[in-house]
C-alpha cells in the first residue's frame, strides 16, 4: 500500500538536505521495510497503483530519500509522485483515495551525467570529522561500506545511515 498524505519530511533521515525534496523532478518517497538501516537511501523503484480506472500502466519511478512509516504502507510518496501514478487527467482522483494498493519493482537509477557523487556535509570539521553523503549513485545496488584511505594510515568508516562518519 502507498500514502501521501502521512508526514512527509522529504528530507530527512537520508541526510539529502534539499536535494531528498528536488532530485528526480522531485519524485520522491519515504519508507519504512525497505529502509535497512539506511542503506536503501537512494534506491530506486518503478511504483504502480493498483485501482483500474484511475492508474496508469507505467506508474511512477521514484527514489528514496527518506524514512517514513504510514498507514500499513511500503511507500510515502510525495505528493507530486502520488499524483504521476494516474492515467492522464486522473490526478484529482487519485488523490481522493489518500491509501491506495501497489505493486512495485527495483530499477536502476539513472542520472544523466553522473554515476555516483560523494558530497562533504557542511558540518565536518578538519582534520577529525568527515560526514559524507552519496548523491546520484546510479544502478540497481545498495552501497552498505566505503573505505577511506589516508596517507599511512587507515580509518574504518561508522555508518550513521547513509551519511559516513570518521
Not at 19 to 35: E, I, K, M, P, T
Request: a neutral charge; glycine letters at 10%; aromatic letters at 14%.
Amino acid at each position: 500500500m502507498i500514502d501521501y498524505r502521512s508526514c512527509w519530511v522529504s528530507a530527512g533521515a537520508c541526510g539529502y538536505g534539499e536535494f531528498g525534496r528536488n532530485v528526480n523532478d522531485a519524485n520522491v518517497a519515504g519508507v519504512s521495510r525497505l529502509w535497512k538501516k539506511g542503506t536503501g537511501c537512494g534506491g530506486c523503484y518503478q511504483v504502480r497503483c493498483k485501482a483500474p480506472n484511475v492508474c496508469s500502466d507505467d506508474g511512477v519511478n521514484i527514489v528514496v530519500t527518506d524514512y517514513g512509516e504510514g498507514d500499513h504502507t511500503d511507500f510515502i510518496l510525495s505528493p507530486r509522485a502520488y499524483g504521476r501514478m494516474a492515467r492522464p487527467n486522473c490526478a484529482p482522483e487519485l488523490y481522493k483515495y489518500g491509501v491506495v494498493e501497489v505493486e512495485y519493482k527495483r530499477i536502476p537509477c539513472r542520472y544523466a551525467g553522473y554515476n555516483i557523487v560523494f558530497k562533504v556535509k557542511e558540518h565536518s570539521k578538519y582534520p577529525d570529522y568527515l560526514a559524507v553523503v552519496l548523491l546520484y549513485q546510479a544502478g540497481q545496488y545498495d552501497v552498505t561500506a566505503v573505505d577511506i584511505w589516508q596517507v599511512c594510515s587507515f580509518l574504518p568508516p561508522i555508518h550513521t545511515y547513509l551519511v559516513l562518519e570518521l
